[in-house]
């Protein structure tokens, strides 16, 4: 690991201003309405932090969206780019180039079972909408089941499948996706009080919608293995394996959706390796190299990669495997073997962030549920813990959002940046913060909890 050796760039308020009124003047934010918005102009990053042009540094228990795994400008993998910007920086797709084969190959030693095939993407939505389509292909079948608690992209199919109301917007009645209810114990949608009820009731429930769609018309189940931006669901045991065996019985590939849990997140290299399942297809993206370069893909595995063995695979990308981003992912992947970043998360994980944040539950009433796994975790707030009443109206519409805005600026003020969703709030430091840092942060978020006991 390395330390912060101070703030360069060197932070001005001037020139803050200046980024700022560019970014009002000509920038369109994602997911945004654009008058409503006051972007933080950032300056600089290092390690779990950034900092303003003030001057004020925050702890970044967001890692950016989810993909700062190795946290901000680790020294070799910004070199790496640097050496392969010098080298060649950019080629096309269809050659074999020295960067790309190198990063399949280490992505395909880490991937589950015979995973072996690699297909690049820019990122998370370009993947999902790959895997979709060589599953069509693949079975010569149209449907794909996705779960309401989801999200797989913002692209236009990506979007269908994504189970959460920014889907809304974007839907049209011809997408071939239908959704259905994967586990979730705390908002149970089968009236399950334990865990083995929620695993068994909603596998019974996919095998009842596999039923009424019609097996021969579903093509793809697609799952996150572990959900995350809907709220961090870690899915019961055996649930996941009850999918595959689902999907062997009715001869329907299995995707599993690593864009987010995926390269350490959970404290595993995969979130698969949790659970001991292989799917047949899997996509990444984010933690692949830390999201210093746009990078995704999808992992194959050889029954997929034969079905366009001598037909050729319809689809691609002028910039799939860019030799920057892969340059990019095999230094990231290189940091994490030698560093030991996903054994870092696992541990942490289990004796400081886990058990800290239980801790935090059992003083704030504002807290309902506590859950996750590795560096990966949700606090998901209530008004009450008895009727678990969300703290906030419990949709994406954009309301008022009082109380978790309250929580986020009390935590801002003691230096963290804290992820807010809905009436959750997602603890996803980089995967090698280090103890100190993760105390500070559950420090912060004591202080900030206490603001939102207040909505109680
Ligand atoms: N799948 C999952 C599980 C994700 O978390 C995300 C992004 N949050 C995506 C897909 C989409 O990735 P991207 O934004 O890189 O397109």
């Given amino acids: 690991t390395f330390t912060l050796t101070g703030m360069t760039p060197q932070p001005s308020p001037e020139a803050g201003a200046a980024v700022k009124a560019a970014d009002?003047?000509?920038?369109?934010?994602?997911?945004?309405?654009?008058?409503?918005?006051?972007?933080?102009?950032?300056?600089?990053?290092?390690?779990?932090?950034?900092?303003?042009?003030?001057?004020t540094r925050y702890l970044d228990f967001t890692s950016g969206l989810v993909f700062t795994n190795i946290g901000y400008q680790h020294p070799k993998v910004v070199a790496a780019i640097q050496e392969q910007a010098a080298k060649l920086t950019t080629f096309a797709p269809a050659f074999a180039v020295e960067a790309r084969s190198e990063a399949?190959?280490?992505?395909?030693?880490?991937?589950?079972?015979?995973?072996?095939?690699?297909?690049f993407t820019n990122g998370?939505?370009?993947?999902?909408?790959?895997?979709?389509?060589?599953a069509r292909l693949h079975t010569?079948?149209?449907?794909?089941?996705?779960?309401y608690r989801s999200y797989h992209g913002g692209t236009q199919q990506?979007?269908?499948?994504?189970?959460?109301?920014?889907?809304?917007?974007?839907?049209?009645?011809?997408?071939?996706?239908?959704?259905?209810?994967?586990?979730?114990?705390?908002?149970?949608?089968?009236?399950?009080?334990?865990?083995?009820?929620?695993?068994?009731?909603?596998?019974?429930?996919?095998?009842t919608t596999i039923a009424f769609e019609g097996p021969g018309t579903i093509a793809a189940i697609i799952l996150e293995t572990v959900p995350g931006t809907a709220g961090i669901m870690v899915p019961p045991p055996g649930y996941l394996a009850g999918v595959r065996k689902l999907c062997d019985k009715y001869g329907i590939v299995f995707v599993l959706d690593e864009v987010m849990a995926g390269f350490g997140r959970t404290g595993e290299w995969f979130a698969a390796d949790l659970f001991g399942v292989t799917p047949d297809l899997m996509t990444f993206a984010k933690g692949v190299n830390s999201g210093y370069v746009p990078l995704?893909?999808?992992?194959?595995?050889?029954?997929?990669?034969?079905?366009?063995?001598?037909?050729?695979?319809?689809?691609?990308?002028?910039?799939?495997?860019?030799?920057?981003?892969c340059a990019a992912?095999?230094?990231?992947?290189?940091?994490?073997?030698?560093?030991?970043?996903?054994?870092?998360?696992?541990?942490?994980?289990?004796?400081?962030?886990?058990?800290?944040?239980?801790?935090?539950?059992?003083?704030?009433?504002?807290?309902?549920e506590v859950r996750g796994v590795g560096m990966f975790w949700a606090l998901e707030l209530v008004k009450d813990r008895e009727t678990r009443e969300p703290l906030v109206?419990?949709?994406?519409?954009?309301?008022?959002?009082?109380?978790?805005?309250?929580?986020?600026?009390?935590?801002?003020?003691?230096?963290?940046?804290?992820?807010?969703?809905?009436?959750?709030?997602?603890?996803?430091?980089?995967?090698?913060?280090?103890?100190?840092?993760?105390?500070?942060?559950?420090?912060?978020l004591d202080a900030a909890l206490s603001v939102a006991d207040e909505h109680t």
């Avoid at 000509?26 to 003030?54: C, K, M, N, R, T």
């Avoid at 998370?124 to 060589?134: I, W």
């Avoid at 519409?397 to 992820?419: R, Y």
């Fill in 329 to 368: 992912a095999v230094a990231t992947i290189n940091v994490m073997a030698q560093e030991g970043v996903v054994e870092n998360a696992k541990r942490l994980g289990e004796t400081v962030l886990g058990p800290g944040l239980a801790e935090l539950a059992a003083r704030h009433p504002s807290v309902g």
């Fill in 124 to 134: 998370g939505a370009d993947a999902v909408e790959h895997a979709v389509r060589m």
């Fill in 140 to 147: 010569g079948r149209p449907k794909v089941l996705a779960a």
């Fill in 296 to 325: 995704g893909g999808v992992a194959l595995s050889q029954k997929i990669a034969d079905t366009f063995g001598k037909r050729p695979y319809p689809g691609g990308l002028t910039y799939s495997g860019h030799p920057l981003a």
């Fill in 158 to 207: 990506a979007i269908n499948i994504t189970g959460d109301p920014r889907r809304w917007a974007n839907d049209s009645a011809t997408n071939g996706v239908v959704h259905f209810w994967a586990p979730f114990l705390y908002r149970s949608r089968f009236y399950a009080e334990t865990e083995e009820q929620e695993c068994a009731r909603a596998l019974e429930h996919l095998e």
């Fill in 24 to 55: 009002r003047a000509h920038v369109f934010h994602s997911w945004s309405a654009q008058d409503l918005i006051d972007p933080l102009a950032v300056a600089g990053a290092e390690g779990s932090y950034f900092w303003d042009y003030d001057g």
């Fill in 104 to 119: 399949a190959r280490l992505i395909a030693e880490r991937t589950p079972g015979d995973l072996d095939k690699i297909f």
């Fill in 393 to 444: 109206p419990y949709n994406a519409a954009g309301e008022a959002n009082a109380p978790m805005a309250a929580f986020a600026a009390a935590a801002k003020k003691n230096g963290l940046w804290p992820f807010v969703n809905m009436n959750r709030t997602h603890v996803v430091p980089p995967c090698n913060a280090t103890e100190a840092e993760l105390k500070a942060g559950l420090a912060a």
